[in-house]
Each structure stands twice: as C-alpha cells, then as structure tokens.
C-alpha cells in the first residue's frame, strides 16, 4: 500500500483511477512552500514528510500557466484560485486571443528515495464557464484535442487529458518496473 498525502479528494478520485487499489489517502498537512518551481515545492514537501511517514508515499503539486499573463498563475494557482477564482482569470483574459494555457502537475514520490513525475496538459482558456464537474479551474480550461472544459469531463476523460493523468501514468509504470 502507498500512501498519498493529500487533503484534495478531488485529486485522489483522479488519481485511484489509474493506480487502482495501491493506494490510500492519508491527510497529514505539511508546508508548500512559495517557489518558483513545482518541483520545488513537492522536494520540500517530502522532505518535511519522510521521517513522518512509515512506508512509501507520495504527494502532489500542480498549477495553472496562462501564456498571455506570462505563466501567471503558475505556482500561485491555489492562493489565486481563493482570491479571484474562474470568474476573476476571465476577466483577466476579456478581449485576449492568446489563450493558450498548460496545467502542470507533478507527483514527488518517496521509498527511500525520492523520484519526481511531471505531467503537462497543453490547451486554452474558455471563453466562459462550463461544465460542473472535477474542482478548481476545471470549469475555464478546454485541453488540446477536445471541445470540452475539463467540467465537463467524466474523471475517465479527464484524466486521458489531464495533467495530473499523465503524472500518474509515469508513476505507475515506474512503480510496474519497482516489482
Ligand atoms: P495545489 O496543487 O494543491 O497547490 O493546487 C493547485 C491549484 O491549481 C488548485 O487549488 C486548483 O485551483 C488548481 N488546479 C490544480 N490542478 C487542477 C485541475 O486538475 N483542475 C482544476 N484546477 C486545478
């Protein structure tokens, strides 16, 4: 059994699709640090959690970049997620053609030592809300490939699309390879 720490269910949900029954959610809270970088912040987020922990486990840090803000708000997703939310970025983005965005996500995981999964969704910002389903800007980003808003995706759909997909795809392969 491997652990994830998380306090997003919606995450885990995502995720105990692909990984099936090799996983349990554990919520422990430990610090994200503001970093420049994902890896950044899931590095110091396990080393905070490897001597609490017994047994393997993993946790995971993902973000929002908008092309035409310069990647913002990247790192800063949650904390702008609570502030302005889907109706604040579209506002930001009225009147912009350039709507190119990629999610970001990377799984740090932890048995000793510590191997990092990056997964990159490329696509664009909708043009208004839709769809009521996953959590955060899921209802404002329309993935490469698809007409849809990941809100209005099935978690199966999604995560075909999904950054967090693809992290998790990596760690299962590798986790095949540890056996
Ligand atoms: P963190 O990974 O918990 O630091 O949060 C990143 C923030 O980015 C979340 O609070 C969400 O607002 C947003 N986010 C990350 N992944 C997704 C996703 O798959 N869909 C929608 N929003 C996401």
Do not use: W
């Amino acid at each position: 059994m491997i652990y994830f720490v998380t306090s997003n269910k919606h995450k885990y949900e995502e995720i105990s699709k692909i990984l099936q029954h090799e996983i349990e959610m554990l919520h422990i809270p430990y610090p994200e640090i503001q970093a420049n970088s994902l890896e950044e912040v899931v590095e110091y987020g396990i080393n905070y959690l490897k001597n609490r922990i017994n047994g393997p486990f993993f946790i995971e840090d993902s973000g929002l970049f908008i092309q035409a803000l310069k990647g913002f708000p990247g790192v800063f997703s949650s904390y702008v997620f609570k502030c302005i939310g889907n109706k604040g970025i579209l506002k930001l983005m009225e009147g912009v053609i350039d709507r190119k965005a990629q999610f970001m996500s990377v799984i740090g995981f932890y048995n000793g030592g510590m191997y990092l999964f990056r997964g990159i969704s490329e696509g664009k910002i909708a043009e208004e809300e839709r769809g009521d389903r996953g959590f955060g800007y899921d209802p404002i980003f329309i993935p490469n490939g698809s007409q849809k808003t990941f809100g209005e995706m099935e978690i199966e759909e999604k995560n075909k699309f999904s950054h967090r997909g693809k992290a998790a795809i990596k760690l299962k392969q590798f986790l095949e390879n540890l056996l």
